[in-house]
């Protein structure tokens, strides 16, 4: 058999590789939500370590000096629990809410945005990443301010193990909420303002107790995410809790987690293809 080179073929007559229809190039498998989600979360656990914890216990001085300032004016009953499950959530409420919308806020302004948008990882996983680091730091002040409250109040401990279904849900509606806020706000400064007009709220409406505030108040108050948790929270002082009650405000505090990270996912894509 003999050999024609390619060049001496007529016009018009194609060799085997070109007449071959070409292959797309075989792309890699996209990435899985939950390995880029951990891999978020480990980076910005590590990146926040440092400069967070003082924060953190700038967060927990603020809600044991309330407490001991409500000291003077609550002696005890339904407003001293409100008192301790108010000021232990808002120290979720300052790092979750204030400091992730700060964070948002001069990630978007920076351009930083850009470096996540070049990482093969889905939004969710960034939002939700960041999301679980900014609230894991929020357990120790968290268990600290009512441990604390509890002893300045008389209030019983046996049931403090609701914490560990309180913090995270209540993180996540804030921090989803932070998140958002940093992430819509046009500029940093707005984002900052933003973030520390939510924890201000979470503190005037979560830790004064219901019974003494205006109906009109009390309407804002079912608003604000926090407010389900530190329903939950308060109910388990009581000598026999409603635990239906406790469950159904858990449940509420989730709903609203998974819709304000889901608008914060929303906010993120749209943020990083700007």
Same mark, same amino acid.
């Given at each position: 058999?003999?050999?024609?080179?390619?060049?001496?073929?007529?016009?018009?007559?194609?060799?085997?590789?070109?007449?071959?229809? %070409?292959?797309?190039?075989?792309?890699?498998?996209?990435?899985?939500?939950?390995?880029?989600?951990?891999?978020?979360?480990?980076?910005?656990?590590?990146?926040?370590?440092?400069?967070?914890?003082?924060?953190?216990?700038?967060?927990?001085?603020?809600?044991?000096?309330?407490?001991?300032?409500?000291?003077?004016?609550?002696?005890?009953?339904?407003?001293?629990?409100a008192?301790?499950?108010?000021?232990?959530?808002?120290?979720?409420?300052?790092?979750?809410?204030?400091?992730?919308?700060?964070?948002?806020?001069?990630?978007?302004?920076?351009?930083?945005?850009?470096?996540?948008?070049?990482?093969?990882?889905?939004? &969710?996983?960034?939002?939700?990443?960041?999301?679980?680091?900014? &609230?894991?730091?929020?357990?120790?002040?968290?268990?600290?301010?009512?441990?604390?409250?509890?002893?300045?109040f008389?209030?019983?401990?046996a049931h403090?193990?609701?914490?560990?279904?309180?913090?995270?849900?209540?993180?996540?509606?804030?921090?989803?909420?932070?998140?958002?806020?940093?992430?819509?706000?046009?500029?940093?400064?707005?984002?900052?303002?933003?973030?520390?007009?939510?924890? #201000?709220?979470?503190?005037?409406?979560g830790?004064?107790?219901?019974?003494r505030?205006?109906? %009109?108040?009390?309407?804002?108050?079912?608003?604000?995410? #926090?407010?389900?948790?530190?329903?939950?929270?308060?109910?388990?002082?009581?000598?026999?809790?409603?635990?239906?009650?406790?469950?159904?405000?858990?449940?509420?505090?989730g709903?609203?987690?998974?819709?304000?990270?889901?608008?914060?996912?929303?906010?993120?894509?749209?943020?990083?293809?700007?």
């Amino acid at each position: 058999m003999s050999v024609v080179p390619a060049g001496a073929l007529p016009a018009g007559v194609l060799t085997a590789e070109e007449a071959a229809p %070409a292959r797309p190039a075989a792309l890699g498998p996209r990435a899985r939500l939950w390995p880029s989600l951990a891999a978020v979360y480990r980076a910005q656990l590590s990146r926040a370590r440092v400069a967070r914890i003082p924060l953190l216990f700038v967060a927990t001085f603020q809600s044991v000096g309330i407490m001991i300032l409500m000291r003077g004016v609550v002696d005890g009953g339904g407003e001293a629990r409100a008192v301790v499950a108010g000021s232990s959530v808002l120290v979720v409420a300052f790092v979750a809410l204030n400091l992730l919308a700060q964070y948002f806020g001069q990630l978007r302004a920076s351009g930083g945005l850009d470096h996540y948008a070049t990482l093969p990882v889905p939004p &969710a996983a960034v939002v939700l990443g960041a999301a679980g680091a900014y &609230a894991s730091f929020t357990v120790p002040g968290t268990v600290v301010t009512a441990v604390v409250g509890c002893a300045l109040f008389g209030l019983p401990l046996a049931h403090l193990w609701i914490l560990v279904a309180v913090i995270p849900l209540a993180g996540a509606a804030l921090a989803g909420l932070g998140a958002a806020l940093g992430l819509l706000a046009p500029r940093p400064e707005l984002a900052t303002l933003l973030g520390q007009l939510g924890m #201000s709220a979470a503190l005037l409406l979560g830790v004064l107790p219901p019974e003494r505030m205006p109906q %009109a108040v009390r309407l804002a108050r079912d608003l604000l995410p #926090s407010t389900y948790g530190v329903e939950a929270f308060a109910r388990t002082f009581a000598p026999h809790p409603d635990w239906a009650h406790v469950l159904g405000d858990l449940a509420v505090c989730g709903m609203v987690g998974v819709i304000s990270l889901a608008v914060a996912t929303r906010a993120y894509r749209r943020a990083a293809v700007r």
